[in-house]
């Protein structure tokens, strides 16, 4: 796909997440009128921002319908990030599998027509969601609340590790110096012994000497 100039709107629903006045936000919300491309940047800036965030991770893409969210988003994938990241569909499991280079990440899709389509989306652990015509899910505060849990759970998890690793790491660094001293202790012994044994050839010499 040839892209023509974005405007400054389109831009920022694009590239959002990669700016400094907004690193501490999770999410945008873009309102405007039909066909001012509004799908088309916050797909692309969806994607490129988890995969270049993410390797091995799972995300969600939630539409009105399976159907409604692969005529608007899924079948236009290969225009707009063609050349970019590899897109294949796995229709039987109703989920993406996109590679760039050695990074791979799975997006499920998932439908919001009523108000037990939360169902089908809880328990997931995700990275990130994209949400499309969100208007018009009818379960969409639904969804949009187990995804959100899911999020924050994900980030707790995530979080937790980050603690374990850095208690880990301390503890490895302690056991590393311990171990050093060690060594430095075994490589001091046989000084220590040899100066030992000069010693008492000394304390042997001097007792022949008060002998005599």
Known sequence: ??????????????????????KDLDAIICDGAVRSGKT?????????????SFHGC???????SISS????????????????????????????????GNR??????FGGLDESSYKQIQGVTLAGAFLDEVALITGGLSLLGVVITNLATARKTE?????????????????TREVRLHNN????????????????HRLADLEEEWKE
């Open 1 to 22: 796909m040839i892209y023509q100039n974005f405007s400054k709107r389109q831009l920022l629903a694009m590239t959002w997440w990669n700016r400094e006045q907004f």
């Open 40 to 52: 088309v940047c916050m797909a692309d800036g969806f994607f490129i921002w988890s995969m270049s």
């Open 58 to 64: 799972n995300f969600a893409l939630c539409g009105r």
């Open 69 to 100: 969210l692969r005529r608007n988003v899924v079948s236009n994938l290969s225009s707009w990030l063609g050349g970019l990241f590899t897109v294949r569909e796995h229709r039987g499991d109703n989920r993406l599998v996109v590679s760039y």
């Open 104 to 109: 791979e990440n799975t997006y499920y899709l």
């Open 159 to 175: 979080a937790k590790i980050q603690t374990s690793q850095a208690v880990t790491e301390t503890k490895l660094e302690e056991l």
């Open 185 to 200: 202790f075994a490589m001091r012994m046989p000084v220590v012994e040899e100066q030992i044994k000069v010693i008492n």
